[in-house]
């Protein structure tokens, strides 16, 4: 509703003004080029879904091995821990280029650039849900003969699946970005490549086609990770009603 | 020479400087419901600590039949003082916990133990679907249901009402003269361990020793009417000022 609002505003404003529409396109005018040029858009759309999923999907093993890790190993984490905030302080799109003169076009810079940017949400939330697990329910399972592995599977994970998919929120729609940019170091397709071709050219219509595709996928993401959240945290969401 | 089911001798735990058990000595009989009543801070927790085997003792041993257990871990099952239940485990799930961690799982048993609970309808359920009383039986049948010989509870009954409480002890009493097994019951309730118990432990103020031993005298099984006897009344003077001497 406040989407169609700031739309119709948008529309209303441009046209009255007499924008130019290479400095702000109308939204119709937005999505008559998303409709018309859809044939050709398409395959940047699936190059770029097949991109943050391969890099999400590395980002979610990585960021949940490092937190299993750390947590089991407490003596690496005072170590580990700062280089991982490190890790989020280095502005990507100054290592981008670097790692494509390391690594050349391939598919691992792009991993790299991707996985960067999802595994610490993941890490963080992990390693706090495991950290917040109920110190009486940890008791009663010590003291019932439970083993460490037993503790951790039967436990410790478990308790740890809310606040883990509140990392893996974060890290759906990071994952989108992550691949956006991943595409700016060169690619054949992909949202990235044409955003860039579009806003050389001024093609600020496309660019908008770009962003909205952008944030449609980021939001897809984001409501298939509740999704699954719902179904296997189901326990919980009854517990609200 | 009788070997007992559980024998406590003569431990001992400092922590740092704090000495909170010396010469700690006791035993239990195979299917016999023994309770340990002390002031509050002797240390009580520590015990069961102890023979949890969460901590090791300084001195002493602790023997389970003719096995010493200081230190290990596994040799008992537990119910603690909150019910303890995973919230994203069913009823049913969460009381196979006890025998899920020792190996082998066996539903039917659990679905029974479930029935004569009183529990019946709720084995699907998730426990914060389940009052504060329900869920300490699923706690106590999930300790009952564990392998291990001997359970130890840890004041079960004392984040209860009143009037919960007493159902509960009666449940218990009712459960556990169906299905006999060694129980070692911490509580800082009078009433409570006269009512349920064969035989009673007072504990001295810290560090802890057994300062006193009771033989309960009341024949099974027991009503609640046995509360307002004179007998029961006798007795339970008779151990508050034991237990009052040790605080002094």
Known sequence: MVLLLLFIVWETVAIKSRVPDWLLPTPTKIFYEGFNGWANFYPDLLSTIKLSLLGFALGLLIGLLTAILLHLLPFIRESIYPLLIISQNIPIIVLAPLLVIWFGFGLLPKMIVITLVCFFPITVAALDGFKQTSNELKHYMIMAGASNKQLFWKLELPYALPSLFSGLKISATYSVMGAVISEWLGAKDGIGVYMTLASSSFRTDRVFVAIFSIVALSLLFFSIIVLIERWLVRWQLKGAK | ?248
């Not at chain 2, 400087?17 to 002797?42: H, M, Q, R, W, Y």
């Not at chain 2, 309960?216 to 007998?231: G, I, N, Q, T």
Request: aromatic content about 8%; hydrophobic content about 40%; proline content about 4%.
């Open chain 2, 1 to 248: 020479m009788k070997v007992s089911h559980l024998t406590v001798s003569n431990i001992s735990k400092k922590f740092d400087k704090n000495e909170v058990i010396k010469n700690l000595a006791f035993t239990i009989d195979k299917n016999e419901f023994v309770s340990i009543i002390g002031p509050s801070g002797s240390g009580k927790s520590t015990i069961f600590s102890l023979i949890g085997g969460i901590l090791s003792p300084d001195q002493g041993t602790i023997h389970l039949d003719h096995q010493v257990i200081n230190g290990k871990r596994g040799f008992i099952s537990y119910m603690p003082q909150t019910p303890s239940l995973l919230p994203w485990r069913t009823i049913v799930e969460n009381v196979l916990l006890g025998q899920e961690l020792q190996g082998k799982k066996e539903k039917k048993a659990a679905l029974e133990m479930i029935d004569i609970a009183g529990l019946t309808g709720y084995e699907n359920a998730y426990p914060h679907e389940l009052s504060g009383g329900m869920k300490q039986r699923a706690s106590f049948i999930r300790a009952l249901l564990s392998p291990q010989s001997i359970i130890c509870l840890d004041e079960p009954f004392s984040a209860l009402d009143e009037l919960t409480r007493l159902d509960m002890q009666k449940w218990l009493l009712s459960i556990w003269e169906e299905h006999r097994r060694t129980i070692l019951f911490v509580t800082h309730n009078i009433e409570e361990a006269l009512f349920l118990s064969d035989r009673i432990i007072v504990l001295s103020n810290k560090p802890s020793q057994v300062a006193a031993e009771f033989q309960v005298p009341f024949s099974r099984p027991r009503e609640e009417s046995l509360f307002l006897e004179d007998e029961f009344l006798e007795w339970k003077r008779k151990i508050y000022y034991s237990l009052k001497k040790t605080g002094e």
